[in-house]
Structures are given as structure tokens and as C-alpha cells.
């Protein structure tokens, strides 16, 4: 952040680290001031509002934002430590003594976190862990006090996430530390309501949802809410809405907007009363309570880290230097009347994979779709950016940049100022991850955002059935699909009738580690489904329990591969002689025979699509096919 600009009433989406690296600013988190100068430190929990304000001409600093859940089972006194007293939700700041020793660590997560490698990110989880063990030995040596959250606040979150269970007064206390006559009178203070009114009106908030959006039953929805007895929730629910449940549901009478909905009397307008700055839109958007899943470091795959203490652990990492606030105004003027009906009359309404009834331009001209550019050059789509690392200074699809050349960058993580910056009619995100939190609202106010979802995100041909859609082109979509199949089908025979059904694998060997494809992602989809080579059991035995494109595989099991061609994506460096001679890889049939080929960065391997699966059959058909 430079001289002019300020950071105003971004809520954290998660639990937060904030690092100073230099210059000073004055940091609010919610009602409290900080003082902040190079090398301090800060934490917080998840939904408060942080405001930065420069005292010096620069602050640059970096955001660490995780998520954090106690893994089941665990003891009772676990459980009771977490809800009398959440480290997670402590706010503290101080100097530490040593700040070199969680610089180090935090500028090789971010380096880590910029690579290319999908599995890097496994090595930034390691080192999450080294900041967070050095952190705490700091805190402790130096007697760091840490304050625990606003008790309303706190209380607030108590009942947004376990409204289900039984909820006392008492309990409420207990878990403040503080007697119920207190936690009464703090709470008629600032929200006008008693603890146990806004846990009712926050469940009957709830059941009028799962009334309108499920076909459960009245028994399983007032379980759901935390009410065993159906009778005693329907005189609860007609109580305090003017209707019977079985009515509601059949006449949709009660808006979910309702003056008593208690997510307009939410934490922020708590922060609201105290600071200011704080829009209607976000006041009522509370996804900061919402149980959300964990945040997967990279597509296709599925949450995997696990941090060995107490706690499962999932983070994502911003660095933020140069950049102003996450989110504002596009700065475009409103078009004319005119225009803006036609507009309207070419739009399309499309419901993307979180419900979102997104309009959609008939004919998108500056689309993002940051990590499905195959899928766009495949239907004859130039994005105006794609995706990048290094800050947006490096490309990685080399196989793709024929078509993309002159493409500019975009740092991976889409800044917010950077796609706003490249002024899109479309943004597709592949997933529900990269709108997590209040993202999705923040993109969707620079332009319309449609997002893909995990279920066809892990399946590239119905992905690509469904960003042809959004284009409006669902005709070339299916036209690029059928090229493909019929050229997997005749790369097929070939094989089969030059070297039968023998067993392959793909390999990414870096100079770290290696990893072996999963049978049903990436480049494992191409060998075993579309060219119907045969899986090592090595391939198989790893594809059960791992959930990612390239599972790590260690020297004991890559040992024991038995596979009679090997297809190596080289990153560690050195020649694929080099590689092999090392006495692990002996054994393997394909070593023996000399059927290990290699390919470099520039190949399509470790991508996917009608574009880097052609590539990719070539590849075996040159290597294999004499």
C-alpha cells in the first residue's frame, strides 16, 4: 500500500495472520487500535473487520488467512477448552524478538505458494507449520497478553454455528466466561434482543430456508434447528412468523428478509456502531458464519492438509504489497438507456454450481476463466488475461501460449484491482473455492461470475460441455469433444496393436520429491481411460486414499512400480539418464527395458483439456509407436 490509499472494513473470511514487513500504519481490528511498524505482528479470528490506515508513505505486509476445526473424535475437556476459550478467535499483536525467523518462513511460503507445482503447496503446508511452531515459542517466551473476542461478538458466533444443539442461557455464559445476567445485559445493549430471542429468530431464520429449499420433513427440519419435539418447533415457528410451517412452505408468504431476521442485526452492525464504513450489502452478508468446507490449494482437487495438534488446518496465502482495498468500485459510467436495453435484451440467465442465477452477455468479448484457458482456445475464445505466477510476471501454460501469446498475465489468485483492471464481461471461476467467503459478491460487481463447480471441474469433458454453454457455445464444444474422442480412439488401436495392454504410469519427478498421475485425473485419464493402457497397482493403490492430480509416492513404493512404460514430466533439472540411474528406480520393468520418456515444462502433462490431452497422446504415440 502506497501514500493515498487505505484498507476500510474488509471482514476476514478466516482466521488471520498479519506481518508487517515496512513502513507503519495504523491497523483496526474491529474496535481496537493498533500501532503497527515494521516486523509486528497480528492475529485475529475469523470475521472481524480490519481497517488499515498509512502513517508512513508505504506498508507492505503480508495476510495469512486459515481455517481451523477440531478433528472427531476428541475428548469432552477438548471440546470444552475450544468453546470457553477459541485460540482461534484471540486477537494479539507484538513485536517479536526474533522476526527474521518468521520473515524466512513466510517468504518461502509465499515463493512455495507462487510456483507452478501443483505440489508445492504440500511443502507450504510444512512450512505453515514452521511459522506457526516459531510463532508460538515467541508468544510464550515474551508473555505476549492476548485478548479474547468481544463477548457479544463471540456469543454471536456460538450461535451461528451450533444453533442446532441445545443452547442454554447458562451455556452461553459458561462459554463467555461471564454469568448470564451479563451476557443478558451486554446483549440487550447492543443487539435490542435477549441472547435466547436471537437464537430463536436465528433457527426459525434457518428452518424458513430449509422449508423453501429442501424437501425435508417437519421432523428432520426441527431437528435440524435444534428442536426435538415437531409439535413444540411448529408453535415456536407459528409464533413467531404468523404461520404454520406446512403453510409457509405451501404459500411462500414470509420473506426471508423479514424486520426480525436476525442476520440484519449481525456482528458487522456491532462494528457498524463503532467505526463506520460498512455497506448495507455487506452488513447483510454473513458467509462468515456459514459452515464452509476447506479452501483446496489448486484445481481439481480436494481438501488434504492436516495440521497435527489439536486442529485440521487449510490456508490460503495473500501477499499484499502495492494494493489497496480488496474490493470497490468498477469506476465505469452507466450506459444509455438504449444500449442498456439491448443489453438486457442479449442477456441470458444462466444458474451456475452455487445457485447463482447469473446473466450472462449472448456473446462474451473480455472473459477471465483463469485455469480453464484450454477450454476457452479449444471453443475459439481469446481470454483477455490468463492465469500466471510470480505476481502475474510469469506464464505457465507453455503448451497453450501459441494461442495465447501476447495474452497478458494475472496473478493466480485474481487480485481483485487486477481483474477490475482488465474490465471482463464474464468472469468463470472453476470453483466453488475461489469465491469462498465474500468473493463471490466482490467479483460479481466488476461483472457477471459464473462458477463451474467441483463436480464437473473434476471431470474436464462435461467442464468443457459447460464453459461452451456459458460462451454460447455449445455447439463447438461438442464439436471439439467429438474430434478428440475419435482421435483417442484411433491412438488406441494403434497401441494396441503395437504393444497390447501393458502397464504405463506417468511420473513427475522434481527436485524434491516424486509423484505418480491418479488413474482417473489429468494425464491418468488420458493413459487408462481414453488409450486404455493397463494401471500398476502402484497407480491404483495410490489412487484409492489420494485426492489430488499427483500424489506424492515414496522411494519404498516407487520401488516397486510395476510398469512396463514410464512417462516422466522433468522438472528436478538433471538429463532422464541421471534420474534412472539412481538404484530405487532399478527394478521397475520400464527402466529395464529403456521405455522411460521424458518431457519438460513446456509439455502439456500436468494440464488438462481437449488441447493438453491431444498433446499428450501425441506424445505416447511418438514415444511409443516406432
Known amino acids: 500500500m502506497t501514500s493515498g490509499e487505505a484498507l476500510r472494513a474488509y471482514r476476514l473470511p478466516s482466521n488471520a495472520f498479519i506481518f508487517a514487513l515496512q513502513g507503519a500504519a495504523s491497523i483496526a481490528l474491529d474496535d481496537r487500535d493498533y500501532a503497527v511498524n515494521k516486523f509486528h505482528l497480528l492475529h ?5 473487520y480490519l481497517d488499515i490506515q498509512l502513517t508512513e508513505d508505504i506498508f507492505e505486509y503480508y495476510l495469512v488467512l486459515y481455517k481451523a476445526s477440531i478433528p472427531l473424535p476428541t475428548t469432552k475437556d477438548k471440546l470444552k477448552y475450544i468453546d470457553k476459550s477459541n485460540p482461534f478467535y484471540m486477537q494479539y499483536s507484538f513485536l517479536p524478538h526474533l522476526p527474521m525467523l518468521l520473515y524466512q518462513n513466510l517468504e518461502q511460503l509465499e515463493r512455495e505458494w507462487n510456483d507452478a507445482s501443483r505440489l508445492s503447496k504440500l511443502h507450504a503446508k510444512t512450512l505453515l507449520y514452521n511459522f506457526i511452531y516459531e510463532l508460538m515459542c515467541q508468544l510464550h517466551d515474551q508473555d505476549v497478553p492476548m485478548i479474547q473476542g468481544e463477548p457479544v461478538t463471540q456469543a454471536i458466533r456460538y ?56 424437501d425435508a420433513t417437519l421432523q428432520q427440519i426441527a431437528a435440524g434447528v435444534g428442536y426435538q419435539d415437531v409439535y413444540f418447533f411448529s408453535r415456536t415457528f407459528k409464533k413467531h412468523t404468523g404461520i404454520a410451517p406446512v403453510h409457509f412452505k405451501e404459500n411462500h408468504q414470509i420473506p ?3 424486520p426480525n431476521n436476525p442476520f440484519l442485526m449481525s456482528i458487522s452492525s456491532i462494528a457498524l456502531n463503532k467505526r463506520g464504513g460498512h455497506t448495507s450489502h455487506e452488513d447483510n452478508n454473513h458467509s462468515q458464519y456459514r459452515s464452509e468446507g476447506v479452501l483446496p490449494m489448486y484445481r481439481s482437487s480436494k481438501p488434504s492438509i492436516a495440521l497435527v495438534l489439536l486442529l485440521s488446518l487449510t490456508l490460503f496465502v495473500t501477499a499484499c504489497a502495492s494494493s489497496s482495498s480488496p474490493a470497490g468500485d468498477n469506476g465505469q459510467a452507466p450506459a444509455s438507456t438504449s444500449s442498456t436495453k439491448e443489453q438486457a435484451a442479449n442477456e441470458r440467465v444462466l444458474k451456475d454450481a452455487l445457485g447463482h442465477e ?91 461470475t459464473y462458477t463451474v463447480g467441483g463436480d464437473k471441474n473434476n471431470d474436464w469433458r462435461q467442464e468443457l460441455l459447460t464453459i461452451g454453454e456459458v460462451l454460447n457455445k455449445s455447439k463447438e464444444a461438442k464439436q471439439a469433444l467429438e474430434t478428440y474422442d475419435n482421435k483417442a480412439k484411433d491412438a488406441k488401436e494403434k497401441l494396441q496393436k503395437a504393444i497390447g495392454t501393458q502397464k504405463a504410469a506417468a511420473l513427475w519427478v522434481t527436485a524434491k520429491a516424486v509423484y505418480v498421475v491418479s488413474e482417473k485425473l489429468s494425464s491418468g485419464d488420458v493413459l487408462y481411460k481414453d488409450l486404455g493402457l493397463n494401471i500398476p497397482s502402484v497407480v491404483q493403490e495410490a489412487s484409492k486414499t489420494g485426492t489430488a492430480n ?77
Open 256 to 258: 426471508l428478509s423479514s
Open 358 to 448: 447469473v446473466k450472462v452477455p449472448a456473446n462474451p468479448q473480455r472473459v477471465i476463466a483463469s485455469y480453464l484457458e484450454d477450454h476457452l482456445v479449444a471453443l475459439g475464445v481469446k481470454p483477455v488475461a490468463q492465469w500466471s505466477i510470480n505476481k502475474g510476471t510469469t506464464s505457465v501454460q507453455n503448451y497453450l501460449q501459441k494461442d495465447l501469446n501476447g495474452i497478458p498475465t494475472i496473478p493466480f489468485d485474481l487480485p481483485f484491482e487486477a481483474v477490475m483492471s482488465f474490465k471482463p464481461d464474464l468472469i468463470i471461476m472453476d470453483s466453488a473455492e475461489t469465491v469462498a467467503g465474500d468473493k463471490y459478491d466482490q467479483y460479481s460487481k466488476i461483472a457477471p
Open 550 to 626: 499427483w500424489l506424492a509416492l515414496s522411494m519404498e513404493k516407487l520401488a516397486t512400480l510395476d510398469a512396463d512404460y514410464l512417462f516422466i514430466v522433468n522438472s528436478k533439472g538433471v538429463s532422464k539418464e541421471e534420474i534412472v540411474k539412481d538404484p530405487v528406480w532399478a527394478g521397475i520393468p520400464a527402466v529395464k527395458k529403456g521405455q522411460v520418456y521424458d518431457f519438460d515444462n513446456n509439455s502439456s502433462w500436468l494440464y488438462t483439456g481437449t488441447i493438453a490431452n491431444s498433446q499428450m497422446i501425441d506424445d505416447v504415440l511418438k514415444s511409443v509407436v516406432k
Open 44 to 48: 485475529s479470528g475469523k470475521g472481524s
Open 159 to 214: 450461535i451461528h454455528e451450533h444453533y442446532a444443539e441445545a443452547i442454554t442461557l447458562e451455556r452461553l455464559a459458561e462459554v463467555l466466561d461471564c454469568s448470564p445476567r451479563q451476557v443478558t445485559r451486554m446483549f440487550k445493549s447492543q443487539m435490542s434482543a435477549s441472547p435466547i430471542d436471537y437464537l430463536i429468530r436465528y433457527r426459525m431464520e434457518k428452518a424458513k430456508k430449509l422449508l423453501l429449499d429442501t
